[in-house]
Each structure stands twice: as C-alpha cells, then as structure tokens.
C-alpha cells in the first residue's frame, strides 16, 4: 500500500452528525482519514494500525441499553485516541475508575472553556479561553484513575480529559465545528504533536485512490451515468471515465429547463474534449408537453423526476447490457437525503435522481466529499472552469423557477435574464464566492412606464445567497452597483419585464428556490 496511505486516522462513526465532517478536516490537514462503523473489529483495527484513532459523537447516552461501544483493548494498543462528545465519555466509561452520568444541566450551543493545564501539547499554542460548542446532556461524573482534567466550562467540570503518557485524549466539545474558536488547530495538534503524523496526503492521492477502488468495484463491466451537466455528476463521471475509460457511456437528458448555453456545453466538454461516450436525448418537447397546465410546485417536481427516469431507462435499455450506475451522491445529499431522519422539506433529493430499484449496482466515488472538495477534484481532473465552477442548480431546473405554469415563452423569457444575473455576478468578480445565484419568474404583472409608454410586464426576482452547504443560506450582501447593473439590464435586455426586486430573505424561515 502507498506510504502516503498508510498514515491515518481511522475515525470511529458512532452515528454522530459531525463524523465526516471530523474527516474532511483531518483530510484538509493534507492527512488521510477513514471513516468506519464503532463496530469496527479490534483486530481489523490492528491490522490497519493506523496512526490514530478518534472516537465521534453520538446521538446516545452511554446509560442506555444497547448503546454502541468499543473494544476497549483499543485504548491499550499504543495508538493516539481522540474521543469527541460521546467517543470521550465512551473512553471515560471504560477505563478503570471512570463514571458518565446524566448531568442535572444539558449544555448545548456556545461555551467558554477554561484551559487549566499547562502545555498539554492537544492545546498547543491555543488561547486559554476560547468558545466551543458543546452539544450533550451526559457528563463525567467520575474521572479516570490514570486521566486529568485539562479544561473546564461553566457547567461541565470535564470537559477535557487526558493520559499523556499512553496519549489518550478526551474533549466533550465539537472542535470540528465552526463555532469551535480555534477547532481546526485543536484537531491538527492532535495529528501533528500527539500522533507525530506528517502532511503528505493530497486530493491527488484521492484521486488515485478512487481510481483503484473503482477499477475493483467495475473489473470489466460496462457502467452508465446520467449526466446533468452538474459539478457533481460532472466530477464523478470525469473521475469514473479515468479509471475504466470507454466501459462508460454517459446518458444527458436535455429536458429543456437547463439555464442557457449549458446543454451545448456540456455536450463539447463530455462529447469532444474529453472524448467519453456521450448519448444526448433531446427530450425537450416531452418534458413542456407533460407540464402543461401543472402549477403545483411538487407535482411539477414529481413529474420531471418521472419522465427523467423513464427516459434514461429508454435510453440504457438501448445499450449493451450494464451492470453499474455512477451517482454524483456527495456528502450533503447523504445527509439530507434522510439518512439523518430529518423530515422531508421538499422532495427534491429524488428529483433527477434515479430510483433504487433499477437494477443497478451504484458507484458512488465522491459520496465523501463535501462541494469545495468536488471542485478540487474536477481540477485535478482537468475539468473545464465553467464546469468545476457552476453553482448548484436543481434537477427540475428553471421549472421551480418558474412560479406556476411552465411555457415556451416563460423558459425563454427567465432563461435570458438568468443570463445577464451570472453574467453580472461573474463580472463583479463574486460567481465564487456566493453560493447560487439566479432569476425567478413570478407568476405575476405589475405596472410600470417605458419611453412614455404604459407597460404591464413581469418582474423578475433576484435571488443571491451565500452558504456553505445549503441547508441554511443568507441573502448575499450584494453593492449597489451590481444590483443596479443587473436591474438595467434586465428590465433592457429581457423583453416583457419591467420590474426586478431583490429577495432578502435567509434560510430559514425561506427557502433557497421559490417553489
Ligand atoms: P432549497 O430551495 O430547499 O434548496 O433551500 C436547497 C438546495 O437544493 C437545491 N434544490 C434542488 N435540487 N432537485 C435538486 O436536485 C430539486 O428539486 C431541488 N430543489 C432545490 C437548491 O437549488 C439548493 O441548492
């Protein structure tokens, strides 16, 4: 096995929120992580002898019944342990001496935590106050014969924990989190001055880890991919055609609700430049015959994802017999798509998507990485700026942005001030660092004077927002100067419309599209 891989982490899942969130930024220390089940075999464990282990939170209480553990022989193996939320309590229930109980007193959202030791070296060059976030309702009651405590809260008297001698280490606080001042150097001490680990992994090593992994997962099948001119499915299928080549064909459903100029370019990067397979259906009249007349916003949804799947079932069915599907399923969409039991919002993670009954086994190679680390990767791929680039944009497309019925005239109409919004954004210089931003088409007219002329026209709603994964967003703090350049060259350009208006709300209580 590569050196490079050969010095990680091993994180130990025990159904937390935060565990690949744990991974990405040991992964952004340039080291490399894996993520497993807490029921990870003691002696796969020690046939892996990774370089250090961290246990994550979880949703338990080490009180209950059946509540996930770990071999505690792990602790005794020689290797670093970091133990987060529950993986500290967990630590501290097992070893000799040490008690988790409920505490009188939850402790969750912002803390101050009071570093009481000395150079320890998990908070080296760390402030002796910081914030943290905190997020449990157990605590040690009982601390460890062989551990002391390092640091306190106002209500937790435990909140770190150490063994320095067989380096084992406990936080009850997420330094993964944002919120968590300073988190990400916590984190990195724990690699650099505990595990003593060098930072030699790259996206590169990624890249080609993923190679082999597919080429195992594949062996000599043939694979398909519905390719949405997405980033996501994008990467995947770029990444997946470096690793069996030709044995992949990619299907492109134009369903006619793409923003402008994205199904031609698609088809020249895919088609032409990087010369993969590439059957394109144009399914454009299908798609607006079947939304004639439909207004509901999720009927419209349900719709689309219908006749996209029948028709890419059509069009693999035309092809030689497949064994494998890839899916550009990335670590937000597993989240959100209910692996978590959120509830549904709206019911957009199957729309575009396939369902999970066509018989196909799925190659997933970027299932995970979060978006920024997508984009690294169609990089290093060679991918072409345009694509790597593209803001997210949803499955159904300018349908759900179009409120009400969905026309000819409509699509052509948002399709062009969609148009001058990326132009607009991309010339101030802010395409990248705002999350999407796009033109919505309401389903109404107001009134309004050109020349010295009377017009009733539509207007179109900007809508500009920063995120970091989509689950909450903010309306982009946008210059004047931008909005107003939009604004004339909307209400100029676009015939029809004469009105744009801003749309100023986060999410929540909004949503990021309109419908
Ligand atoms: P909302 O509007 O729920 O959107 O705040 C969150 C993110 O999901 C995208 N989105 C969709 N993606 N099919 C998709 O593939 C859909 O039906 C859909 N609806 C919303 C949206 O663009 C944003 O990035």
């Known amino acids: 096995m590569d050196k490079k891989q050969k010095e990680k982490i091993l994180i130990l899942d025990f159904g937390g929120q935060y565990s690949q969130l744990i991974a990405r930024r040991v992964r952004e220390c340039n080291i490399y992580s894996v993520v497993k089940p807490y029921d990870y075999s003691l002696d796969k464990i020690k046939k892996m002898n990774p370089e250090g282990i961290i246990l994550s939170g979880g949703p338990e209480s080490v009180e209950g019944n059946n509540v996930p553990v770990v071999d505690k022989q792990i602790f005794y193996l020689g290797i670093p342990v970091l133990g987060i939320c529950y993986g500290m309590q967990l630590m501290a229930d097992l070893m000799p001496g040490g008690k988790v109980r409920k505490a009188h007193q939850g402790e969750y959202g912002k803390a101050r935590l009071t570093i009481q030791s000395e ?3 998990l908070f080296s060059g ?38 320095r001698e067989q380096k084992l280490y406990g936080v009850q606080f997420h330094p993964e989190v944002k919120h968590t001042q300073q988190g990400q150097k916590i984190l990195s001490n724990f690699l650099f001055e505990v595990c003593k680990i060098k930072p030699e992994w790259t996206m590169e090593d990624f890249v080609e880890q993923q190679l082999s992994e597919i080429r195992d997962q594949v062996g000599n099948e043939k694979i398909i991919c519905g390719l949405s001119g ?9 990444l997946v055609h470096k690793a069996v080549g030709d044995q992949l064909t990619c299907i492109f459903v134009d369903h006619g609700l793409l923003r402008k100029g994205e199904a031609s370019q698609v088809r020249k990067a895919f088609g032409q430049q990087f010369n993969i397979p590439l059957v394109y259906v144009d399914a454009r009249d299908r798609f607006l015959d079947k939304l004639q007349g439909i207004t509901a916003p999720e009927k419209k949804r349900k719709i689309i994802g219908n006749e996209f799947i029948r028709v890419f079932e059509e069009e693999a ?12 399923t990335i670590y937000s969409d597993v989240i959100e798509s209910g692996e978590n039991d959120a509830d549904t919002i709206k019911s957009h993670h199957n729309v575009g998507g396939l369902p999970d009954d066509m018989q196909f086994e799925l190659v997933e190679p970027l299932r995970m990485l979060f978006k920024d680390e997508v984009r690294q990767i169609g990089e ?6 345009d694509i790597v680039w593209r803001q997210p944009f949803p499955g159904p497309g300018l ?16 399709r062009e001030a969609d148009a001058v919004v990326q132009e607009e954004i991309k010339k101030a210089d802010l395409y990248r660092d705002i999350w999407q931003s796009f033109a ?10 050109m020349g010295d002329e009377r017009t009733y026209g539509y207007p179109v709603i900007l809508r500009v927002v920063t995120s970091d994964d989509a689950m909450t ?18 209400v100029n350009e676009v015939s029809q419309v004469n009105r744009v208006v801003y749309d100023i709300t986060s999410k929540p209580p909004a949503t990021i599209e309109w419908e």
């Not at 290093?380 to 700026?385: A, N, Q, R």
């Not at 919505?440 to 004077?449: A, E, M």
Request: glycine share 8%.
């Open 380 to 385: 290093v791929l060679g991918l072409p700026e």
């Open 230 to 238: 997405g980033v996501d499915s994008s990467v995947a299928s770029a």
């Open 119 to 121: 150079d320890i070296p």
């Open 317 to 328: 069915g035309k092809l030689e017999k497949t064994k494998f599907l890839v899916q550009g």
């Open 126 to 163: 760390i402030e002796k106050e910081i914030q943290v976030w905190m997020s449990h309702g157990d605590h040690i009651k009982e601390v460890p014969a062989d551990f002391a405590v390092a640091g306190r809260t106002d209500i937790t008297e435990a909140a770190v924990i150490y063994n």
């Open 473 to 490: 967003a903010d309306w982009a703090r946008l210059p004047y100067e931008v909005l107003e350049s939009i604004s004339c060259r909307v």
């Open 440 to 449: 919505v088409l309401p389903d109404l007219r107001s009134v309004g004077v």
């Open 399 to 414: 349908a759900i942005r179009i409120i009400g019925e969905v026309t000819p005239e409509k699509l052509a109409l948002l």
